[in-house]
């Protein structure tokens, strides 16, 4: 088997790396990616407040689908066709794939750095938040870097060597860390605007990529010439491009979605909250604590005034009069001025919604060291024909993916504005902690359907899992589009499309699992007892904090009594510290894991033995 460069070495001459050490070496790197970018994105939306967080998000979405479709389904091609060649000594062959594979995803990748590029003020247009153009400019190179990236990816684990992938991911995030916090807080302590210290973030992203290819393109060259010299002719290049897109297209549809997915809800929750601020000013009413209203009204009468009597103050009509505008090159007017303040009220709002999202996302982070251990393990079980193992294997990664999930879940939606006083000191909490609480829900469906998803693909039903997402994600935008809209719950409806998407996908992940997997799991053992401890968790933290946050209240010089920071900090910690502790003695208790849940885990039986299971 070939390591890494054009170095194909015997398995005999090098430390082995089994498929179940790659996955885990990839599990764990990329657990350490996501920790690191815990670190980067809550400080990072500190500094640049909550309209440079909506402007960062809206950069990075657009990023994220481009960059999928560059790239999500090329890496795997190459490297399950570098891996066939090796298997059989074909090395000519493999490093024909490599070029063509390089060359191709530098073509790709130049398309799409043409398109953020020149076209950022028409992608930022479609966000419905043009200040985030800035961003998309800076992260247009990002996108020819990790395109090299995903090739030289590819080859390293098409040759059984997966440790430069990781190496290369937690790189390219250690950079992402120092170099983008420290260009936002240098921006925004200069009294930039908050679009330009998002840009400053984003140049980090950048930067980061470009310096994991550095490390694996010297990776690379350091390792080749290393190997036998192979005398096997290789495939025409028509051919193995053929083979690379047959490949990488179906992984590559099943990927963008959720992408493309995120992108269209993004623009179409702040279009619909741009529309009804507008027209509907009764709305206003939701955000009064939170928003300064004043520049909007006085944008909004200016401009009113302006047009013919009887004429509607609609969105549509403002847009097409700053497109107009624009395109006659005429100056700031009223309409402009209207336009931009209704989205900085937008970009307000969003950002809050954004840091309630980093939040929410960091569960299902975790999930990435079960997906990486289900495949292997149920494909293993398969091969030897074990259906009992199958199930049982089955039955452990739902059980052991609940007993993280539902907790985590619980969690959030009893702590959700604590946990945002305590991490976003510059958000609005009674803004963005509901919206964190909502989102709490949503966490338990989104984990525990991307553990079914990977159950079912390991059981080879590729194409069900992207259907069912597409769904859920369809499901998403029309809940969004009409409840945000509403003028009694505007952006609080936003996390609604969640529940909805990955409820309806978990509920048709379990029916097909049940439907077309042989001996298929019992879901009440496996679900209620992580729901009960849970439950009686989430109302132990409940009773701590609300008891702890009654007594460190201080009072002010006016009389009045509240809650510092530091007081809803030790508050904050002290009922996470009795969750876990009333949690862990509950799963012991009920029994709520097994010795052969335990068995899919690093050291799972001396933990059995240390709790005593069987």
């Not at 500190?46 to 309209?51: A, K, L, S, T, V």
């Not at 302006?306 to 403002?318: F, M």
């Not at 976003?424 to 609480?437: D, K, M, V």
């Amino acid at each position: 088997m070939p390591t890494y460069g054009h170095t194909p070495r015997r398995v005999a001459q090098t430390r082995r790396n089994t498929f179940f050490g790659g996955a885990a070496i990839l599990a764990a790197g990329i657990l350490v990616v996501k920790l690191i970018g815990m670190f980067y994105k809550i400080p990072l939306a500190n500094i640049i407040g909550e309209q440079g967080n909506a402007d960062f998000s809206n950069a990075y979405n657009i990023y994220a689908v481009l960059l999928t479709i560059s790239t999500a389904g090329l890496p795997v091609a190459v490297s399950k066709l570098v891996s066939e060649a090796g298997a059989t000594g074909r090395y000519n062959q493999m490093r024909r794939v490599f070029r063509l594979s390089l060359a191709l995803f530098l073509t790709l990748g130049a398309l799409s750095f043409g398109v953020m590029f020149f076209r950022a003020d028409w992608l930022a247009g479609l966000m419905n938040d043009t200040k985030a153009a800035l961003g998309i400019r800076a992260l247009a190179p990002a996108v020819v870097c990790v395109g090299c990236l995903s090739a030289f990816r590819g080859y390293s684990q098409g040759c059984g060597n997966m440790t430069p992938t990781a190496v290369s991911q937690i790189i390219e995030a250690l950079c992402k860390l120092t170099i983008g916090l420290s260009l936002a807080f240098w921006l925004t302590s200069a009294g930039q605007p908050p679009e330009v210290g998002a840009a400053g973030a984003i140049t980090g992203v950048t930067m980061g990529t470009i310096v994991a290819l550095v490390y694996m393109l010297l990776s690379f060259l350091l390792g080749r010439g290393q190997g036998p010299v192979s005398r096997d002719v290789p495939e025409g290049s028509k051919q193995i491009l053929k083979n690379i897109l047959r490949i990488a297209i179906p992984i590559t549809i099943s990927s963008s979605m959720v992408g493309i997915v995120t992108v269209i809800d993004s623009s179409l929750v702040q279009g619909q909250l741009q529309r009804t601020l507008l027209e509907n000013p009764d709305s206003w009413a939701l955000y009064t604590g939170f928003v300064d209203f004043q520049p909007l009204r006085q944008a909004l009468a200016s401009w009113t005034a302006t047009l013919p009597a009887g004429s509607a103050a609609t969105l549509a009509a403002l847009s097409q009069q700053v497109k107009e505008e624009l395109a006659s090159g005429t100056a700031q007017s009223v309409a402009q001025t209207l336009h931009t303040t209704l989205q900085d009220v937008s970009r307000t709002l969003y950002g809050n919604y954004g840091a309630a999202l980093n939040i929410y996302n960091l569960p299902t982070s975790l999930m990435a060291a079960i997906t990486a251990a289900v495949i292997p393990a149920v494909s293993g079980a398969l091969a030897r024909r074990d259906r009992r193992g199958t199930a049982r294997i089955t039955g452990s990664a739902l059980r052991i993916t609940a007993l993280l999930a539902f907790p985590m879940g619980v969690g959030l939606f009893v702590l959700g504005e604590p946990i945002v006083r305590l991490l976003f000191s510059s958000y609005n909490p009674e803004l963005a902690g509901p919206l964190l609480s909502t989102l709490g829900l949503a966490t338990v469906f989104v984990c525990m359907m991307l553990v079914c998803n990977s159950i079912l693909q390991a059981h080879g039903f590729v194409t069900l899992p992207v259907l069912i997402m597409l769904t859920g994600g369809l499901v998403k935008i029309l809940a969004n589009y009409n409840v945000v809209a509403l003028p009694g719950v505007g952006i609080y409806g936003a996390p609604l499309g969640n529940i909805l998407c990955f409820g309806l996908c978990l509920v048709l992940d379990l029916v097909v699992v049940a439907r077309v997997i042989p001996r298929r799991p019992r879901y009440l053992p496996i679900f209620l007892k992580p729901l009960t401890a849970s439950a009686l968790m989430g109302g132990a933290a409940w009773a701590v904090y609300g008891m702890l946050s009654r007594l460190l209240r201080t009072a002010s010089q006016e009389g009045v009594y509240t809650l510092s920071w530091k007081g809803n900090a030790v508050a904050t910690l002290a009922a996470i510290a009795v969750a876990m502790a009333v949690y862990l003695v509950l799963v012991v208790v009920l029994r709520c894991i097994s010795r052969d849940d335990l068995a899919l885990m690093p050291k799972g039986e001396k933990l059995a033995r240390l709790l005593r299971l069987r």
